[in-house]
């Protein structure tokens, strides 16, 4: 076992902090990009020849293609399509969900093979610029890392406006936002898997010489974030909804303050200096006194319907607590959207 933060030398060209994220509906953070290993050095003589020539196919697939989607993914773009028709978002996480059971191989039964290879990845987000450890299962938290993060830059151009064809207010259609639920549902997953499964088979020492972005509080704190954001999605939808209630409505803001508020208390104290980390938790902040403001409006017209000046004073009272809390989050998106990288 070991572990190596390296200085910003090498880094291949693919590590780029942008001056601007475009439209953001969703907060995705930076990329980690992984760099090239050699399988046949490490894994020569313990396992097959076919075995080493497979990890090192799929492995090199997923190296270059998110050096490419790293040049990318900051960009406002529309689904960029590759020949087949398919998103580069989905192929490389396809080649990802391919790659990740023969990973699992080296790390099953608590096999040595575990220690035998350096796993080499970039932060985006870290200053150290990339972290190599012999670990089988740094690599496996690294994968599902950047499952999740493509996971959120998919529900992100599901959920950027479009211009309707009556020409009004500009919005996502029902289908993609649909779509997007489930897609914040497997991002929560992948996150939830890496912080209960995977990062208590590290020992300590590795742990603490993680990357910010790959610390357990950023790890909880996009999970509950893709929980937030899929509720949120919900809402909007039974905003819409001549079905739903004023009690559903109400219930659904206050899961999303309950998730909001779970985040930002596992930002809270992390050392998140560089630009990314303090935007994120702009971004929560941002959606956290938004959640608070939905759910006082709500909360508010539930009382306003009761008969009694007692109940008819809470509800003045709560929907002039939502407009405060409405204006205070108008004010927070503006911050996060001034802070680094640029936002609208």
Known sequence: MGCLVSTPKDTGGNR?????????????????????????????????KTLVERLTAMRTRIVVMAGQEALTITR??????????????????QALEDYLPVLLGLVSDG????????????????????TAMFNAWYEVLSVLHLM?????????????PRTSADFYQPKAS?????????????????????????????????????????????????????????VDIQLGMAIDSTKATLAVKRRLACEMVKYWQQAQDNLMNLPLSNGWGEKHRHFVKWKYVEAKAAAYYYHGLILDEGNTEKSHGMA????????????????????????????R
């Open 16 to 48: 780029r902090r942008p001056g601007s994220i475009g439209e953001v509906s969703v907060y995705v953070p930076g990329l980690r990009i992984p760099k090239p290993v050699d399988f046949s050095q490490s894994l020569s003589g313990h396992v097959s």
């Open 76 to 93: 406002t773009r529309r689904k960029t399509t590759t020949q087949h028709g398919r998103s580069t978002l989905a192929d490389l996480h």
């Open 111 to 130: 096999s040595q093979l575990q220690f035998k290879v350096q796993f080499i990845w970039v932060n985006q987000e870290d200053d150290a610029e990339e």
């Open 148 to 160: 999740a993060v493509l996971s959120l830059s998919q529900a992100n151009l599901l959920l950027l």
């Open 174 to 230: 029902e289908e993609s936002r649909r779509g997007s639920i489930d897609i914040f549902l497997k991002a929560a997953g992948y996150l939830d898997c890496a912080v209960r499964h995977v990062l208590p088979r590290l020992p300590s020492e590795l742990r603490r010489n993680l990357p910010v972005d790959l610390a357990e509080g950023v790890l909880r704190a996009l999970c509950l974030q893709a929980l937030g954001q899929g």
């Open 316 to 343: 003045v009272a709560a929907l002039q607590a939502a407009d405060e809390y409405f204006e205070e989050s108008k004010k927070a998106c503006e911050v996060f959207n001034a802070a680094h990288p640029l936002s």
